[in-house]
Every structure is written in C-alpha cells, then in structure tokens.
C-alpha cells in the first residue's frame, strides 16, 4: 500500500510541510510506502485549457506534472497540506489541482485527508479545507477526517507549527483515520 503525501506551500520547510510530515508517521509506522511532493522543489505550470489530453490522454505540458501524475495512479491514499493564502489554495496548489483533468479517475475510490495552516481564525482555514476536499470529490477521492474535519493550524514563521504538540497529533490522528478506513 502506498500513500501520496503532497505539501502545496511554496515556502520550503513550511508549516504544512511539517503537518503533512506528521500525517505521514503512521503510515512509515506500519510499513506503507510513502511518497512526498513537496511543491516547493517543483515546477507546475498552470493548465491551458487546450483540451489535447481529452483527445490524447497526456497533457502536452511537460514539467514536473509528469512524476505527479504517477504518484497518482500509484496511490492508494493522498494528503494534501496546504497553507491559506488569501482564503485559497497557493497558486503551485492550484496548478496541480488543474492539471489533475488530464489524468481523470487516477484518484478515484482512493482514500484522501486534508490539512490547512494560516495565520488566523478568519475562516480561511476552513475555506482551504474545503477547497481540497472539493477538488478530492472531484476526483472521486472517499474524505477522510480528522478528529473532526481537516486538520487545522495556526502559525506564521516557517516551522512554528513544530512547537504545537496538540496540532502535529491532530495530523498523525487523520494519518491513522485513513489507516483504518484502508482496512
């Protein structure tokens, strides 16, 4: 069983990339693979909208995309972590979440959980939460919670989320939901 660990910040070593990091313990804990994408080391490009992969199947872009959409159809489950920006998703996020068209139903029945960090309360968190569970039915992705929806933080400076005990065990407990909901 493999799962697909995707952390859509731009900011390397960001706070989502830490919750996805704790997210992913249980499954290295029972011996699942585990694949990580870091969009911070990788290079998307926005979708065009031409439509060739309806006809062809592949989009005619090539980038990084191209390993992404592997991982996909290897996957059994997928986190995406993504920080709030401006009550969205990152642009980076964005891009993946386009281009997934060209590889319709490589998601589909599989297992997903979701994780936001931002610098408020404002609703923003909540917003993004839903923006990738959205996008996970769109893909036909079964939504897995937390301990109660997504998996929600606070924090600014890079890293700061480390010193959070409470929200990094909220990330391994929506890694273990999906554990047993693969069960």
């Known amino acids: 069983m493999n799962v697909l660990g995707i952390s859509g910040t731009p900011r390397v ?8 990091d704790a997210a992913l313990e249980p499954f290295v ?3 699942w693979g585990v694949t990580r994408v870091l969009l911070s080391e990788k290079t998307v490009a926005p979708c065009t909208g031409c439509e060739t992969c309806v006809e062809s199947g592949v989009c005619f872009i090539s980038d990084d995309m191209v390993e992404i959409y592997e991982a996909f159809r290897r996957c059994d489950a997928v986190v995406i972590s993504a920080p709030a920006y401006y009550r969205n998703v990152p642009a980076q996020l964005k891009a993946v979440f386009d281009r997934t068209f060209a590889a319709r139903g490589a998601l589909e029945g599989k297992l997903g959980g979701a994780i936001c960090v931002g610098r408020g309360q404002g609703g923003g968190l909540c917003i993004v939460l839903n923006i990738i569970y959205n996008y996970f039915l769109s893909c036909g992705v079964l939504c897995v919670p937390g301990e109660l929806n997504g998996v ?3 924090a600014d400076k890079a890293g700061e989320v480390a010193a959070q005990p409470r929200r990094l065990e909220q990330a391994r ?9 693969a069960k």
């Open 13 to 20: 070593g960001g706070n989502s990339e830490v919750l996805l």
């Open 29 to 31: 804990e029972t011996g």
């Open 152 to 154: 929600t933080a606070v």
């Open 173 to 181: 407990v929506l890694g273990r939901n999906i554990l047993k909901y």
